[in-house]
């Protein structure tokens, strides 16, 4: 696997992917992401709320794979 690029709004939250890939590029805005790196052919989103919807329509849009994986805050077990 060749991570190109990575992308998150929370620099704590990202600085064990961005130690783990250091020579990928690191974006806080996933559109920016995809309209300058044109070597991206999959993404995986991991977000919270109603963000993985429209973050997967804008990659589907512009023709690459998504793996979607929302994000669950909390389990409840009864």
Known sequence: VNVVALCDVDDNRAAKSRERFPKAKFYKDFREMLDKEKDIDAVTISTPDHV???????????????YVQKYISSIVII
């Open 52 to 66: 993985h919807g429209p973050a997967a329509a804008y990659c589907m849009q512009r023709g690459k794979h998504v």
